[in-house]
C-alpha cells in the first residue's frame, strides 16, 4: 500500500510538525508559510493544501492575505493554477526563515 509522504509518521500533515508550527500553532496562515518556507521552489494550491493537511478553499481563503502582506508570492500559472512561493524580497520572510533555522537549531542543540 502507498503511503503519502506529506503524512507523517504517528499522523498528521507535514506542516503540523514544523518547529514553526510548534512556536505559533496551527491556523491555516503559519502552515502555508511553513510549507512554503520548505520548499525550494513555486508549488500549487493543491500541493500547499496537502502539505499542510487541509483543503484547497482554506488555502485560497488565507493566500491573498499572505500575499498582501508581500510575505507569498504568486510566480506564475500553469494550466490556469497559480504558483506560489515565498517572497525572497521580503524582509519579513527572511525574518520568518531565520526564525525557523533558529527554532530547528534550538531544538536539536537539546
Known amino acids: 500500500m502507498a503511503t ?19 512556536l505559533l500553532g496551527n491556523h491555516p496562515k503559519v502552515k502555508i508559510l511553513a510549507v512554503l518556507l520548505s520548499e525550494g521552489r513555486d508549488i500549487n494550491v493543491s500541493q500547499i493544501a496537502e502539505q499542510a493537511g487541509m483543503s ?5 481563503d488565507h493566500i491573498e492575505d499572505l500575499q498582501a ?12 493554477s497559480p504558483l506560489y512561493q515565498i517572497n525572497k524580497d ?9 526564525l525557523e533555522w533558529t527554532l530547528i537549531d534550538s531544538v536539536a542543540s537539546e
Not at 4 to 22: C, K, R
Not at 56 to 60: A, D, K, L, P
Not at 69 to 80: D, M, N, P
Open 4 to 22: 503519502n509522504p506529506d503524512v507523517q509518521p504517528g499522523g498528521g500533515s507535514f506542516a503540523e510538525q514544523t518547529a514553526l508550527t510548534e
Open 56 to 60: 484547497r478553499s482554506t488555502v485560497y
Open 69 to 80: 502582506l508581500e510575505v507569498v508570492e504568486q510566480t506564475r500559472k500553469i494550466s490556469g
Open 90 to 98: 521580503s524582509d519579513v520572510a527572511e525574518q520568518l526563515h531565520k
